[in-house]
């Protein structure tokens, strides 16, 4: 009996946009429908409790859902409620740069530009615009890696990635563009697991309800957030953390900028 092996990565990129080429009319109507009609969401508000300075146990870096598009305040989105699966009742402070719409390029130029904290977890929020924009597949991996090791330079002490968010069931987009966004953004989460770089891959499941979104059918809601963070909290205790680097000397501080503009925020719970 003759084994069947999987497709090269290649294959299934050529096979890819093969048929984004056969169906582009098509894709080019619903992308421009969907932008038309998505509302658009605001960021969340940081809250009463907003801070700056010093070291944080949890940041979260990346772009819309880092920024909690989706909930009215951060204390909904992500770093809230992660920071309530890992951390319980003991106080701990976590913080947030990240911007609506940026992909991983823009997301190092963010990082380079603030006052990044020495964080004890970072986690990574990032793909679906990667996805959305057809960033190729190399590119991607190669602005990874150079985030991670800015990361790291910055003194993070643990990074993780998990998995580029299922694009393929995001109700906002008509079919076939769903279907073939998802294909894409399945593309990019095998490529972030080859990337070379010191961070963990956190590979999730999520169950396609519609309540687990946003009214705008594109980002998560407060439960959306909630699933996520315990998901992400729940492998984290199952996945042991790679090796530490060698210690390196603390980089020097950059300039601080300008803090809205950037999107971040620093609360202590």
Not at 85 to 101: K, M, Q, S
Not at 234 to 245: F, G, R
Request: hydrophobic share 50%; proline share 10%; charged share 15%.
């Amino acid at each position: 009996m003759t084994a069947r092996h999987a497709p090269t990565p290649r294959l299934v990129a050529a096979a890819f946009w093969s048929t984004a080429i056969a169906i582009a009319p098509i894709l080019l109507v619903q992308a421009l429908y969907t932008a038309l009609r998505t509302p658009r969401l605001p960021e969340a508000a940081p809250g009463p409790h907003s801070a700056a300075g010093g070291p944080a146990d949890l940041l979260v870096v990346g772009e819309s859902t880092a920024v909690g598009v989706g909930v009215d305040a951060l204390d909904e989105a992500l770093a809230g409620q992660l920071s309530a699966c890992l951390f319980g009742d003991r106080p701990a402070r976590w913080c947030v740069i990240g911007c609506n719409g940026a992909r991983v390029s823009a997301m190092c130029t963010l990082v380079s530009a603030a006052e990044v904290p020495r964080a004890g977890l970072v986690v990574v929020l990032l793909g679906v615009n990667d996805t959305v924009k057809l960033t190729p597949l190399r590119r991607f991996q190669a602005h990874v890696r150079a985030l991670v090791e800015l990361l790291n330079e910055r003194g993070a002490g643990r990074v993780v990635i998990p998995a580029v968010p299922p694009v393929g069931w995001f109700s906002a987009l008509p079919r076939p563009l769903r279907w073939l966004l998802g294909w894409r953004a399945r593309q990019l989460d095998a490529a972030l697991r080859g990337v070379d770089a010191r961070f963990d891959h956190l590979a999730l499941a999520f169950p396609p309800l519609p309540e687990l979104l946003a009214p705008d059918g594109y980002h998560p809601s407060a439960r959306g957030y909630a699933l996520w963070a315990r998901l992400i909290a729940e492998t984290l205790n199952d996945t042991p953390a790679m090796p530490p680097a060698p210690a390196t000397p603390d980089p020097q501080a950059a300039p601080a900028g300008d803090r809205q503009a950037r999107s971040a925020a620093c609360v202590r719970d």
